[in-house]
């Protein structure tokens, strides 16, 4: 038996694929999934390197897709099945809304794919196979991944090792929070630190910590940290902002090799954060846990959001001044979105303020539902216009090059500069900058 697995790539502008020469953020479900089925042939494609084989002879067809290139997915789905392979689809999206996602595959995995690849495997080898395969874990746990298959790609100079999985926060908008409903699974510490000895092994001295929050279990954060810091590597992952308070934990953090981590902040808005159902975060406290985590020689990049219920269009302009004035070195934006099967959907739904009810032409890019202080068209304007502010040369300049501690770590910040440009040259294309 033979298995394609694509990690598609989104669209852009009149359906063009986004295309690189180099993918840093790469998916770890392909070699997971390989690793639990060791007598399958596995093959891979990361289609935003590579073009999808249409012409494959695999058996099976497994696609996934990271947010918005859930759209790219079902099209890909199509397409083989029109040549009558069989087709499974996974991945968040997916699993959000797997009542749609049937309707373009034989076969959808909701949720954790590790118990649930392997059953639906046994069950399409015997002919068995069924429409929707639901196995949530009670342990995060699985074999050693098949961490070959992607240092054989076009990847940058670290690879993904996961901690945990789920969050205990409730982000009404959050597509982790609606699968997971609270749950957090944590691997065995054993078992992180016996990846990362392979992909140190591979040649690799950095790595991505996957993890929805690793501050979401402090005992077990300072507990990896120990572990992590015996093998001399650094380290990046994602968190909520409240470690920045938390002054033994960044002291752990920076000796273990951890150099950068990503928060999503969301707004600058206190009132919109509240909508959202992320009133836990201060933002009047914002620039203070930037300031402590940089002074533990921590770098900051932010994922925000703009359109929810606080949002105004001079707060919008203000998050521009904020971005470059706290100097975040890799900063993101989306206009906030009704991703169907999320609490934020439903509300939005319910309140009748959905004005593009055509779920395929969402891109977290154009405003799909009514905001309550600006029209659609003022907010996707105003999205736009914060990108180009952000990323002005000035704006660029201020945030990586122009600060204390460039002469410090010019090599650093001069990557960073590069990242900047990069995402600037995005932005003129009318693509959103985002981690793949």
Known sequence: MKIYFIQSTPYFGNRQLIKKSRLYFVGLAPAILAAL???????ICLETLEDVNFDTDADMIAISGMGHAMIRSLDIADAFRAKGKTVVLGGYMASLMPEEAIKHADSVVIGDGEEAFVQLIKDYQAGTLKQFYDSPMQKLTYPLPRYDLLAAKKIGDFLPVQAGRGCPNTCSFCSVYCLYRNRYLKRDIEEVIRDLREIKRLGYKKFLLLDDNIYADKNYLIGLCSEIKKLGM????Q???????????????????????SFGLESISQESLNAMQKGWADTERYASQISALEAAGIDVSTEMVVGADGDTLESIRETADFIINNKIVVPRFYILTPIPGTDFWHETVAQGRIVNEDIYSYSGAE???MPKNMTPKELTTAYWQLYREVFSIVGILKRTVLRAGFFRHPLKYLFYLYVNLYYRYQIRRGITPNII
Do not use: K, N, Y
């Open 37 to 43: 089925i060791p007598g399958v042939e596995f093959e």
């Open 234 to 237: 650094q380290w990046m992952s």
């Open 239 to 261: 968190c909520s902002i409240a470690i920045a308070d938390d002054s033994e934990v960044l002291q752990l953090l920076a000796e273990s090799g951890c150099f950068a981590l």
């Open 367 to 369: 405003a799909v539902h």
